[in-house]
């Protein structure tokens, strides 16, 4: 009973965040579409194109094996095949899975992540994958042994329960929680976050809520103790986890890429459902309990050109050392413009990246959006580069920031409008004029 008390309580305490972030989020973040079943969208019903679905067909058809190995089985083969890094291993022990019954500080879940890819395993458990469909959004699968034949993934909906809400941005999609919240991204304070993760690397003098039983954290009072962790070594047995590490880059990293995930799937929702709606207007499908008014896409484009600029990201008040090498693995991906620069090299003094656009624009899930969704993105991204968006928030981006993610775009991103180059008579020019 008291279980179930408990359980109520929570679903109210939910109900009024919900209600509250709707009436004070922005539009993608705090609203819900129920559009999992529009002619336009048919998530249920659309073949998947995603990486672990054309793994799945490669295992069907035997051009790709996987090799169960020690107590983690088929992890390492799985990782491998999907060309998901160990190195990004990060690791929860709160209990927040379809297998939080496993789920212990003793027995915590490790995660593994590329840019369209998460992998979870716990020990005694199976392996839980989501997988960015550049269409449709994130589609969850389970790797399911067979008595005869090699292993295959079933897609399992039922993750849709947790992974299909407001704080997925109304989309199927990720989720990433912290102690007391329903959901952080890279706005989040870093004093905030981590509330039932284990945090390996260095974080200075700033404190975290990792790495403490949930059960005696307090947040008002962080033990030194529970800070700067060169590994998670000694604090549990570490049998069959494939790295002593839950990189505290790789979780910065995270907190960035699932939000930003879940923004793209939605604005492209939202074009898709927008072009259903211009060319067959007899045909409205607006299934009950829905925001069922499509938000003006340049309206979207702003707050997902935003958040890709990283505008209102939490500052780093000291250095971030990472400690499993997922930093130097992520920075050799490129692209490099003519520079050397990239978007994928981390900054981690003062924020997260040295060059505030977001790598996700070279991700398959960028690349596949409506081109009215890309379009406008674009073009908000360029009225804040340019300068021609001139409100505080936007200035802390500098003309030395805003110059050179333009430079690196031209040089690395091939569908780049025409209005990103310097000589397009269409653009301003305040970004290469000092004011």
């Not at 004070?24 to 019903?45: C, E, K, M």
């Not at 449709?136 to 039922?158: E, K, M």
């Not at 800070?227 to 979780?251: C, E, M, Q, R």
Request: charged share 20%; net charge positive; with cysteine.
């Amino acid at each position: 009973m008291n279980d179930l008390r408990r359980l109520l309580i929570a679903v109210v305490a939910a109900s009024a965040v919900t209600v509250f972030l709707r009436a004070q989020g922005p539009p993608l973040s705090s609203t819900f579409t129920n559009w999992v079943d529009h002619p336009a969208i048919a998530y249920r019903g659309a073949t998947a194109t995603d990486p672990v679905n054309q793994l799945n067909e490669a295992l069907q058809r035997g051009s790709v094996t996987l090799k169960a190995d020690g107590p983690s089985g088929y992890l390492r083969s799985v990782l491998d095949a999907l060309k998901v890094p160990v190195e990004s291993q990060i690791v929860v022990f709160a209990a927040d899975s379809v297998q939080r019954a496993r789920i212990s500080m003793g027995n915590p879940r490790s995660l593994f992540f590329n840019d369209s890819v998460a992998v979870g395993w716990v020990r005694g458990g199976f392996l839980e994958l989501a997988s960015q469909d550049p269409r449709n959004g994130v589609v969850f699968y389970a790797l399911a042994p067979t008595l005869i034949g090699p292993p295959g993934f079933r897609r399992r909906d039922d993750c849709l329960s947790c992974h299909y809400s407001y704080s997925t941005a109304g989309v199927p999609g990720m989720l990433v929680r912290s102690f007391d919240q329903f959901a952080a991204d890279q706005t989040t304070p870093l004093d905030k976050r981590w509330g039932g993760w284990y945090v390996t690397g260095s974080s200075g003098s700033i404190a975290h809520l990792g790495n403490t039983d949930l059960a005696r954290l307090d947040p008002a009072h962080v033990s030194n103790a529970s800070l700067n962790w060169p590994s998670f070594d000694g604090k549990f047995d570490t049998s069959g986890y494939l790295s002593p590490h839950s990189d505290i880059v790789a979780l910065m990293v995270f907190a960035h890429q699932m939000h930003l995930m879940n923004l793209l799937t939605r604005i492209g929702w939202e074009a898709r459902v927008a072009a259903s709606r211009a060319s067959a207007p007899a045909l409205r499908f607006d299934p009950p309990g829905t925001d069922d008014k499509p938000i003006p896409l340049d309206e979207a484009a702003g707050e997902v050109a935003d958040y890709m600029l990283f505008i209102g990201e939490a500052p780093i008040r000291d250095a971030i050392g990472g400690s499993s090498g997922f930093r130097e693995r992520f920075e050799q991906q490129g692209p490099f413009d003519r520079k050397g620069r990239s978007l994928r090299q981390f900054d981690l003094r003062r924020r997260l990246m040295r060059y505030p656009l977001s790598y996700m624009i070279y991700s398959p899930l960028f690349e596949g959006l409506p081109g009215s969704a890309k379009d406008a993105i674009y073009q908000r991204l360029w009225q804040v580069l340019s300068g021609a968006v001139r409100d505080p928030q936007h200035q802390l981006l500098s003309l030395d920031d805003r110059r050179a993610i333009v430079e690196i775009l031209k040089d690395t991103k091939k569908d780049l409008p025409a209005y990103f180059s310097r000589s397009s008579a269409r653009a301003p020019f305040r970004i290469f004029t000092r004011e």
